[in-house]
């Protein structure tokens, strides 16, 4: 499967700024999603990170407060904008393989204070 | 009513015993199902797919029932190492996987 590499592993940030989380994957893969776990939670989607364009975001989910980028076919960002505590959550980058299997980076786990 | 549901756990099973996760899916449309084990403050990974005439790995067997829309883990023997939180997931081709609360297993010695 592939390698998908997360950055930072953790953070802990103050209410009101923003955090950008970096996904790298060491192959070419066309789907690629954010999850959201929050504590004590399963997996939600945040949205479908599309290369060449804007992102496909579920439902409450928005743009202005979870914008991603996706420059190539190995790469994604997720910022996590003005954060409250409410934001502290694992959030985690994840590709979908041909095979039709997930997989996931280990995972950004934010605290905000 | 979840998308997907599973028995709320925890499991405490001893060393050696035999133990099995239900799951539902309430998505008639899909057609893609997997079990995740999550460890402790890691990354969910994948268990197994889970196929139609069902399937084997090791100590642990997979079961589908699309017309129940049910699916089960059967862990045999089980070890010390086996205990995380078992995730169950339906996916409908095309969209988004979608996973169950998941189910929560240690094994005691």
């Known amino acids: 499967s592939a390698v998908i590499s997360q950055k930072p592993s953790r953070d802990i940030c103050q209410r009101g700024t923003s955090l950008t989380i970096q996904c790298q994957v060491d192959?070419?893969?066309?789907?690629m999603f954010w999850y959201r776990q929050q504590p004590g939670q399963s997996l939600t989607l945040i949205a479908t990170?599309?290369?060449?364009?804007?992102?496909?975001?579920e439902s409450g989910f928005v743009i202005d407060k979870f914008p991603i980028s996706r420059p190539n076919l190995t790469f994604s960002t997720l910022t996590v904008s003005n954060m409250s505590p409410e934001d502290s959550s694992i959030y985690l980058c994840?590709?979908?393989?041909?095979?039709?299997?997930?997989?996931f980076g280990e995972g950004s786990r934010l605290t905000v204070l | 009513r979840k998308e997907v549901e599973q028995d709320p756990g925890p499991f405490n099973v001893p060393e050696g015993a035999t133990v099995a996760f239900n799951c539902t899916y309430s998505?008639?449309?899909?057609?893609?199902f997997f079990w995740y084990r999550q460890d402790c403050r890691k990354e969910p990974k994948l268990l197994m797919s889970?196929?139609?005439s069902g399937n084997e790995d090791g100590r642990f067997t997979a079961q589908l029932n699309r017309a129940s829309q049910y699916i089960s883990l059967l862990i045999r023997d089980s070890k010390l190492s086996d205990s995380a939180t078992y995730l169950c997931?339906?996916?409908?081709?095309?969209?988004?996987?979608?996973f169950g609360p998941g189910t929560r297993l240690s094994v005691l010695p």
């Open positions: 997931v339906a996916a409908v081709y095309g969209q988004n996987f979608v």
């Open positions: 889970v196929y139609s």
């Open positions: 998505n008639s449309a899909s057609q893609s």
């Open positions: 994840s590709v979908e393989e041909l095979t039709g299997e997930l997989f």
């Open positions: 192959s070419q893969v066309t789907m």
């Open positions: 990170a599309n290369q060449g364009s804007e992102a496909t975001y």
